[in-house]
T-cell receptor, first 110, second 113 residues
Framework: GQNIDQPTEMTATEGAIVQINCTYQ??????LFWYQQHAGEAPTFLSY????GLEEKGRFSSFLSRSKGYSYLLLKELQMKDSASYLC???????????FGKGTRLSVIA | GAGVSQSPSNKVTEKGKDVELRCDPI?????LYWYRQSLGQGLEFLIY????????KSGLPSDRFSAERTGGSVSTLTIQRTQQEDSAVYLC???????????FGSGTQLSVL
């Protein structure tokens, strides 16, 4: 089976940097995704990591360590519109489905 | 179409009734997922179709739930004898392959009274 853990809630200040962690246990590994979901809306894709290291995309970066079963999403220069839930999702081996964690609700305050 | 389309957007039903939820994936996408999301909760995997392979039904919560995908395109999720605990947003997503990013529809908000 698969188990994905991430903090339930986080609060950060506008303009600051925040790191959202995700740990996972899976049978095999075929990639880790981060999605953003604003309240009342569908999730949208942010990043994909399949090899160890940091993937940077504008204000957002995602890091993966396969040996530690660990990833983080780094958000820089926080804006109020970044207030949303951030979902970590992992694909295990073979043709297994993409499984999501429960998400981290981020609140950006002035 | 331009994106994943789900219908209806809202469905209110009485306990014990059957409901059908529809998903039109992006044209050419071989992978299709159904997830369920209760208020303030994460996405609960329900069922996964990939190409012509047998679907992965391991997430279906009971035998009242079933889904099919006709012609490798449109999918229907059927819930029989609905219960109040079935109330949730049902999200459909599609992708070009098993390791590609998912595109989500706007979901169907199901309310069982």
């Amino acid at each position: 089976g698969q188990n994905i853990d991430q903090p339930t809630e986080m609060t950060a200040t506008e303009g600051a940097i925040v790191q959202i962690n995700c740990t996972y246990q899976t049978s095999g590994f075929n990639g880790l995704f981060w999605y953003q979901q604003h309240a009342g809306e569908a999730p949208t894709f942010l990043s994909y990591n399949v090899l160890d290291g940091l993937e940077e995309k504008g204000r957002f970066s995602s890091f993966l360590s396969r040996s530690k079963g660990y990833s983080y999403l780094l958000l820089k220069e926080l804006q109020m519109k970044d207030s949303a839930s951030y979902l970590c999702a992992v694909r295990g081996s073979g043709n297994t489905p993409l499984v999501f964690g429960k998400g981290t609700r981020l609140s950006v305050i002035a | 179409g331009a994106g994943v389309s789900q219908s209806p957007s809202n469905k209110v039903t009485e306990k014990g009734k059957d409901v059908e939820l529809r998903c039109d994936p992006i044209s050419g996408h071989t992978a299709l997922y159904w997830y369920r999301q209760s208020l303030g909760q994460g996405l609960e995997f329900l069922i996964y179709f990939q190409g012509n392979s047998a679907p992965d039904k391991s997430g279906l919560p009971s035998d009242r739930f079933s889904a099919e995908r006709t012609g490798g395109s449109v999918s229907t999720l059927t819930i029989q004898r609905t219960q109040q605990e079935d109330s949730a947003v049902y999200l459909c997503a599609s992708s070009t392959g098993p390791n590609e990013k998912l595109f989500f529809g706007s979901g169907t908000q199901l309310s069982v009274l």
